[in-house]
């Protein structure tokens, strides 16, 4: 039966995936076009390339429309918004979906379902995002909660959706703390029920992937109480379609990774514009878009470097504790970048340099952004608090101000970070573990107030 080829909204495109026939590529016979359908995920901030942004500025479209000329056919596409990668992948597997994006454990599980049958199989193609340490997923609690750090979670209830990044790291972040997973109560939710849960008092933490962490901060709604770049381990997003969809489609997987590599490119030239656009898509603050697109946040390099590939398989024994992961998954034939390497040698690009290139988040430099026009990139902690000041001072507003933890390396709002002086230098940290492991080698530091740090620095 053919489908429409409008935009449906996220509850009707699940009714009408339910519904619907096996292929999902198919020619509708109103308007004579063949539709790929796209899941994606708006408020995820690290599959933008492969969806918000991406979506936003009709790259993709663009890139069908030249492939359709070749071809003498015509396509539309239809973008599916969900909340996490569950939907997502069992839209695949119904053959409902054709290109989705989702997280590092949302991609193996997907595997795991989807390739125990050659009919259902599906393929990593690319990375939409990264982070080197882990920095993307966070532990938060109410502002108000005597909780400062994981070891404080001992009988506590944590809100978090199982099987996500966000659920991994809460129970890596417990085993590196000595903290038996059975003394850490956890319900399983969707994000925006667990950051109602967690503002209401009913869970005592929420621990999820971004932007969730970030905006109940920027809200002023929670803390963090543990970075996931504690854990050192590498997490990314990335783009997944299904294999007979990549076997008999190739012309529309090479325009969906060179619109992709559009995205990319175009967020590299202007993340500040890049950032205002995904929030007007997405309906999330610019300021919390920014912290994660901006300078030393995600890493949208698109290459499957094999850095990424080891940390996939390091994850394996957590899907299986949670009994998500029933069937082994071959990432030597389940990761494949074949077409994305065609995709960037025929955009002119060099697939070598994008694998050796390495993104070092540790070396960001603090950013003051400026009644929401422009940016000012600082060298440290003590540099940014200078411009903050001066700001002021001029009476010209600041919209948001972020830095860099020396410790973890991960970049965060200034306003809600963890400061401490030594000397005339200021540092800040995401966490108080951070704080604390960098006055263990500075013990002359002290905590300061981030409004105090804006009064007690130089000019």
Known sequence: MPRSARILSPVLAVAVALGATACSLSSDADSGTTQIVVGYQSKTINTVTAGTLLRARGYFEKRLDEAGKKSGTEYSVRWEDYDTGAPITTGMIAGKIDIGSMGDYPLLINGSRANVNPATATSILSVTGSSAKGSLNMVVARPDSPI????????????????????????????????????????????????????????????????????????????????????????????????????????????????????????????????????????????????YNGPGGTDFDPALKPGLVDALAADEPYLKSIGSFPHPVDLASFVNDGPLRTAVAETGGNYQQLLDRRGDQSTAPGEVWYDGSHTVKTDDATGLLRLVRAARAAHQKVTAAYVTDPVLGTRWFADHAVWLRDGDRFEAFTTPDSAATYRAAHPAAVPVGYDDALAQVRP
Do not use: C, M
């Not at 750090?149 to 790291?169: E, F």
């Not at 709604?221 to 379609?241: C, E, F, M, N, S």
């Not at 489609?249 to 090479?254: F, M």
């Open 148 to 291: 400062t750090s994981i070891t404080g979670l001992r009988g506590k209830r944590v809100s978090a959706s199982v099987g996500s990044a966000g659920h991994g790291t809460l129970v890596a972040a417990l085993s590196q703390a000595g903290i038996p997973a059975d003394q850490v109560p956890v319900t399983n939710q969707q994000p925006q029920v667990g950051a109602s849960a967690l503002e209401s008092g009913k869970v005592d933490a929420l621990a999820q992937f971004v932007a969730w962490p970030g905006l109940l901060v920027f809200q002023n709604k929670a803390k963090v109480i543990y970075d996931g770049a504690q854990l050192g381990r590498p997490t990314l997003h990335g783009t997944i379609a299904r294999n007979p969809f990549i076997k008999d489609h190739p012309e529309v997987i090479d325009a969906f990774l060179k619109a992709q590599l559009d995205a990319t490119g175009a967020l590299a030239a202007d993340p500040l514009a890049a950032a205002k656009q995904v929030a007007e898509a997405s309906g999330l603050p610019p300021e919390v878009v920014y912290l």
